[in-house]
């Protein structure tokens, strides 16, 4: 019981100061815009989004490479690899003469990348011969590599080989044939270093040396520069990656945000509705999902009537959206079941909130969470997913690369050259990255209960 | 934001709790897939034989496809021949130097009009019955019956009045084949078949028992207990998808064939990464290899090998008259500009792969040795600016200023879609044509080449028996396997006479003139002749591979431990 | 509750009915032949393989007679494997696909609820920071090199060993079952761990948590009875369409590791274009997708009392 003063019950002043605005009052939006630009996240997934616009748009403009250009003599190298070629005369057929004069198996010439010329004598005992080559030393184990030709007879005693030539060095051997044709102990090997060689014709074709120029054969040039190195087929892997781009992004990002969009509204509205038009709206997301994809997916080419070897991006992108939409509305269907139920929403209707209001202002930025979590899993998906239509001809027509095509076709090389793996597979993370943290610094931006609190 | 600072010891705290669950979680889940394992088991099937199982003399393998189904008389696969080419022997048989030898007949005879066969006494079936011409019989009527649709019912029509019954003109009865007694088959001849003998070794010639086959209402080839062999294994098991176990036939009458007790099939999948894997692991006896898996097969020290699969890939144009390519000139411009060389050496870069010079491939007999030695095949040399010239007499031909784009339709399988990107780039490259690459799935592509809807397709023909005529009659113009639609009176006479010609020698210099006749009038672009580059196991000793007949062949194949 | 499931259950029959009339359609307007093959037959035989497989009546019949059958539980028999009843086929591949997808998807919800709530938790620490990278590079990276590369590290393992402990390919024990089962989970499992991540964030936040921590309740408790609880809806909702689709899906796991199931058999059929094979799977898939969502569904309405699925 405190003792009260006739002082306590005077009136406090009606002066203004009291009730000052220290800030003005901010709306939902406006607070989360704020907050969005102050997140740490956000602006490092910006940066990120930059770059590869930038990487897309600007970048061709600066490397000109023709990513279609086949460079046959640099095919699957790693980035950074040396380039220095010696320029010899043009291919000539080679009849097996040799001006050696040394015995066993030896070069009848210098090696090089365009062909390495081998001879030998008849191993004892023999019937035939048969060449191998190894990039490692044949040894004890006698693991004299791979298989290159087979005589039956002792009447070639040449080989010239033209395959796959790396400037590296080869083992080469011979191994003697029965009469059956099969392996005996005798055999002979061979190191060879192999010269990495080019032609004045192959050089001028590529734009390497200028029509006044003064080299000639025997002086050496520098092939093509390919900073990221060159895929299966000989093709400049950064400007491959930047034409790339553009589709992956196109259709990565677009199909997504079309098809989250349209089962955001789908969603909602089921969910909201509930009842027989929720039932009914269900029922039919899942007879979408169960539909085979591969087969629509070829009739939606011909509905589109692409004609064959031509691309096909913008049907592709339709038939994404229509194939991949159920996924997200039913999630958003199942948010909004959830929402729909908490006390705000129905405080809100009791202020006489119009379902518009309802569902803009309250629900969808509810929902944001598992909505932003789907994009970040739906591009790679729909990136992935047009490689594999590729097969079917939807989704581009080669040479038009993509960066979901150029993964795919990296598999195959996985062991032997890497790059041709990693590089597109690093561009599509880091373009799951830059939305993830999008996402995420949207979630705490919209985030209602994060408001008000810095 | 309150919330999180409490969230250090709260996080801690739920962490331990969290450990805890996971453990209960992760025993809950042992025991639930111990539930499942056991389910699996019997879905599934437990044949995990190692590689190479020298107690029980068996050996396991893996298959690239499931046989659909194992019916000698209407199988078209690769996977069904190999089973078939083990559990089933026809007439003759081939040794393991790729030589005719007696199979189920003991000795024959060919003779202008016709062939006589003697069935031997020992061969039986696996239920110990004699094998009899009239199983021939049976199965070469079932064949050409056309209720059957046998989609290989061609390979018989040398035989009289085969192409008759099997087009539903003639009654079965008809044909000319018939078993005079149980041991001697005779078969009349629609035209002259010098060649014969080696049909006869081919699959679609197997026999068949007619009181068996009646007994499986019309499950014949189905699953393992609807079949009967006749040759060195029979079909012990048989679990969809999963695998087959072969054992040797007690009844088999050559022991000169068929050393191991067992063959298992443990594992069917295509996927070149798992065959190499499972090779790696020692579960299985032998894998082909690809280009890319080359280098970890040296660096394992691996014994490799390498062999001639028989088949030749081409570039086939469409000779239909609304298409482009049914100009000589064009086609002549497009063979110039390339260089098969280039694509085998630089491009495909399989070791095993040989470029191709022409439609017959380099293990074609002639007369006596190979045919491409006793006819050469057309010299080819790349020449961009012959190739040039011919495009615009070309272009004046066709009276037109460029040309529209090409199309070129081709399979869906990365080797086919390598092959065609640079082709693309090449023509446009060396004749500013701009190609377009229409990839489509098997069925599609088929339907597209039988309607003729392409430019220039991707095609490959593998022998279906040792014959230059395997090959030789591809552009015929009866030929159904001739989608470009080619036709020519030349090639028609030229064909007819390496049908039925007599005098070896005359047959061959018809098929050395087809071999001219398609490098200066059909014009292909020859691509290459496929090999197979693979390793065995360095215990298993015998094992074959062929180009005509069985991919993989273990009919000779024996364990050496040493 | 009933009359709700009866209610779910005669909307999927219409469903599948849908799904099978469309399917129907659609593959007959596919261009492409499934009776050509490699070598070409003459029009006699045409005719017969035709008339064999009813392919010579008009569309309308066909769809007739496939679906008296189909009410008679007959499927047809498969164009390519020639012998074998599409039923069959089905009973004797899908029971190996349903364990590897059950399988596949337990990995991936214990894995990713674990995760996800371990990245709730230690939210912008190193846990979290690692899992989320983790997660990226997973999805960045196609499944078929995921698979490869498993199968390459298994056969490393073995070899370092020197005896084959986890068979490499194969089906049949148990340890044929894990390394596909994990491979084909992981998708799922990246997105259970975003999604559950995602949602328990949006819990933790929540008033009743912080009034149940005021109350003095112990911390585990609040996460199991109220966090989970909450956040897992969002994981439930994905469960069963996931069920479906990993079944459905394992094309790739299930070649690469050379497992009988029925997803191989599907992609065969398309390429193939199997009419009865493809009709069949589809039916089939279909089936089991709807009564998966109806489980889904069900399972909803227990989860959180406080969803109503009917007005």
Not at chain 1, 269 to 294: C, E, S
Not at chain 3, 248 to 264: D, K, N, S, W
Request: with cysteine.
């Amino acid at each position: 019981m405190s003792s009260l003063s006739p002082a306590d019950f005077e009136r406090i002043s009606n002066s203004s100061e009291k009730e000052n605005i220290s800030r003005p009052s901010l709306s939902y939006w406006a607070d989360a815009w704020i907050r969005l630009k102050a997140n740490k996240r956000a602006l490092l997934s910006l940066y990120l989004i930059v770059a590869l616009l930038l990487f897309t748009i600007v970048g061709p403009l600066i490397w000109t490479i023709d990513p279609a250009f086949q460079d046959l003599d640099q095919i699957s190298q790693p980035p950074g690899s040396n380039r220095l070629a010696l320029i010899v005369d043009d291919y000539e057929p080679w009849t097996g003469l040799s001006s050696s004069s040394e015995n066993g198996l030896r070069l009848a010439e210098s090696a090089t990348t365009m062909a390495v010329r081998l001879v030998w004598d008849v191993l004892p005992n023999a019937s035939g011969h048969r060449v191998y080559r190894n990039i490692f030393p044949v040894g004890t184990e006698r693991a004299y590599g791979i298989p290159l030709a087979e005589y039956f007879d002792n009447s070639t005693l040449f080989f010239e080989d033209r395959l796959d030539l790396k400037p590296r060095r080869y083992f080469y051997s011979i191994v003697s044939l029965g009469e059956n044709g099969e392996l005996q102990d005798e055999y002979q090997s061979i190191a060879v270093d192999l010269q990495r060689v080019t032609t004045m014709n192959e050089a001028r074709a590529k734009g390497l040396i200028l029509p006044n120029s003064e080299l000639t054969t025997g002086d050496s040039i520098n092939l093509n520069l390919h900073p990221l190195g060159t895929d299966y087929l000989g093709r400049d892997m950064l400007s491959r990656l930047m034409e790339g781009a553009r589709v992956s992004l196109f259709i990565g990002i677009g199909a997504p945000c079309l098809f989250i969009l349209f089962g955001i509204i789908y969603g909602s509205f089921a969910g909201f509705m509930g009842g027989k038009i929720d039932q009914f709206l269900m029922r039919f997301a899942d007879f979408v999902v169960a539909l085979p994809f591969l087969l629509f997916m070829i009739l939606f080419k011909i509905a589109f009537g692409i004609g064959p070897g031509e691309s096909g991006v913008f049907p592709m992108l339709v038939a994404l959206v229509v194939l991949m939409w159920p996924g997200t509305a039913r999630l958003v269907r199942g948010q909004i079941l959830q929402i729909r139920e908490q006390g705000y929403i129905g405080a809100s209707q009791l202020l006489g909130a119009r379902t518009n209001y309802l569902i803009f202002r309250h629900m969808l930025p509810n929902t944001l969470g598992v909505v932003l979590v789907t994009i970040t899993f739906a591009i790679p998906s729909a990136i992935f997913i047009e490689a594999f239509l590729s097969f079917i001809g939807m989704g581009v027509a080669p040479p038009t690369p993509s960066w979901g095509a150029m993964s795919n076709e990296g598999i195959k090389n996985m062991l032997t050259s890497p790059h041709e793996l990693l590089l597109p597979a690093i561009l599509i993370s880091i373009t799951v990255l830059a939305f993830n943290l999008l996402g995420d610094g949207l979630r705490d931006a919209f985030d209602a209960r994060l408001r008000n609190q810095e | 934001m309150h919330v999180m600072d409490t969230n250090k010891s709260y996080a801690g705290q739920v962490s331990r709790h969290l450990a805890i669950y996971a453990f209960g979680i992760l025993a809950v889940l042992f025991l639930f897939i111990y539930a499942l394992a056991f389910f699996a088991g019997t879905a599934g099937s437990s044949v995990n034989g190692n590689a190479i199982n020298i107690e029980r003399n068996s050996i396991t393998i893996a298959l690239s496809e499931e046989p659909p189904q194992l019916d000698s008389t209407r199988s078209t696969d690769a996977s069904s021949f190999i089973v078939l080419a083990h559990t089933m022997e026809g007439l003759i048989s081939y040794d393991d130097n790729d030589q005719l030898i007696p199979g189920v007949a003991e000795r024959w005879e060919i003779k202008d009009d016709g062939a006589t066969f003697w069935i031997r006494e020992e061969a039986k079936w696996s239920d110990g019955k004699p094998v009899t011409a009239h199983d021939f019989e049976f199965a070469w009527k079932r064949v050409l019956d056309p209720d059957t649709a046998a989609e290989y019912a061609f390979i018989l029509y040398p035989i009289k009045n085969a192409e008759a019954v099997n087009q539903g003109n003639l009654p079965k009865e008809m044909l000319g084949v018939r078993a005079i007694s149980d041991s001697i088959l005779e078969v009349d001849f629609e035209r002259p078949t010098p060649y014969f003998d080696k049909l006869a070794a081919f699959n679609t010639y197997f026999p068949v028992r007619e009181d068996f086959f009646g007994s499986t209402n019309g499950r014949y080839g189905a699953d393992a207990d609807m079949l009967l062999y006749n040759g060195p294994y029979i079909l012990d098991e048989w679990v969809h998808g999963a695998s087959m176990v072969w054992k040797k036939n007690p009844f088999y009458w050559n022991d000169q064939k068929g050393f191991l007790d067992e063959i298992v099939t443990a594992y069917i999948t295509n996927d070149v990464n798992a065959n190499l894997n499972l090779f790696k692991d020692g579960q299985i006896v032998q894998t082909a290899l690809s280009a890319p898996m080359l280098p970890t097969a040296m660096e394992q020290r691996w014994q490799i090998d390498r062999f001639m699969d028989g088949s030749l890939f081409f570039l086939e144009f469409n000779h239909r008259s609304d298409r482009m390519t049914e100009n000589l000139n064009f086609r002549k411009a497009l063979l110039l500009a390339q260089d098969p060389n280039e694509l085998v050496y630089k491009v495909l870069k399989e070791a095993s792969y040989l470029p191709a010079e022409s439609l017959f491939p380099v293990w074609i007999q002639g007369l006596e040795g190979a045919f491409r030695k006793e006819y050469p095949a057309p010299q080819h040399r790349l020449d961009i600016g012959k190739a040039k010239e011919h495009l615009d007499l070309a272009k004046a031909e066709l009276g037109i200023e460029e040309f529209p784009p090409i199309v070129l339709l081709t399979g869906d399988s990365s080797l086919s879609l390598l092959a065609a990107e640079y082709y693309q780039e090449l023509y446009k490259k060396n004749l500013g044509l701009e190609i377009r690459i229409d990839a489509q799935i098997f069925k599609q592509r088929l339907a597209k080449m039988t309607s003729g809807d392409f430019d220039i397709v991707m095609a490959g023909w593998g022998p279906d028996y040792f014959d230059a005529l395997t090959f030789g009659d591809l552009f015929a113009s009866w030929n159904l396997n001739n989608r470009g639609r080619y036709q020519s009176d030349k090639m028609d006479d030229l064909v007819r006479i390496a049908q039925s010609e007599l005098d070896p020698r005359k047959r061959m210099d018809a098929f050395g003139e087809i071999q001219e006749l398609i490098h200066d009038d059909v014009v292909i672009v020859p691509m290459y002749e496929r090999g197979v580059s693979f390793v065995v196991d360095s215990r298993l000793k015998g094992f074959k591979r062929r180009s005509v007949g069985p991919q993989v062949d273990f009919n000779y194949a024996y364990i050496n431990d040493q | 509750m009933i009359s709700y499931i009866i209610k779910r259950l005669l909307q999927g029959l219409l469903t599948v009915w849908f799904i099978a009339t469309a399917t129907f359609f659609a593959m007959h307007n596919v261009p492409g032949d499934p009776l050509l093959n490699d070598r070409a037959v003459s029009e006699a035989i045409r005719a017969n393989l035709e008339s064999k497989y009813g392919l010579d009546q008009p569309l309308g019949t066909q769809y007739l007679i496939y679906l008296k059958n189909l009410s008679q539980g007959d499927f047809g028999i498969s164009f390519t494997q020639e012998n074998r009843e599409v039923n069959d086929i089905i009973r004797e591949h899908f029971p190996v696909s349903a364990i590897l997808g059950i399988l596949a998807v337990v990995f991936a919800a214990t894995g990713g609820i674990l995760f996800g709530a371990l990245t709730a938790i230690y939210r912008n620490r190193l846990p979290d920071f690692i899992i989320m990278i983790l997660v990226i590079l997973g999805i960045s990276v196609p499944s078929f090199v995921i698979a490869a590369m498993s199968q390459l590290a298994l056969v490393s393992f073995n070899s370092l060993i020197g005896v084959t402990v986890i068979p490499v390919a194969g089906w049949g024990t148990i340890f044929h079952m894990l390394t596909p089962a994990l491979v084909l989970g992981l998708g799922t499992m990246a997105y259970l761990t975003r999604l559950m991540r995602s949602s328990m964030l949006e819990v933790v936040g929540s008033d009743y948590i912080r009034t149940a921590k005021s109350k003095g309740i112990p911390a585990p408790r609040i996460f199991t009875r109220h966090q989970i609880r909450n956040a897992i809806l969002p994981v439930v909702t994905v469960l069963g369409p996931s069920i479906a689709s990993i079944t459905t899906g394992g094309f790739v796991v299930e070649l690469v590791f050379a497992i009988p199931g029925l997803g191989r058999y599907f992609v065969q059929a398309v390429q193939q274009l199997d009419y009865t094979v493809i009709m069949g799977t589809t039916v089939f898939y279909g089936a089991f997708l709807v009564f998966m969502v109806i489980l889904v569904d069900i399972l909803y309405g227990l989860v959180d009392p406080r969803v109503r699925l009917e007005k």
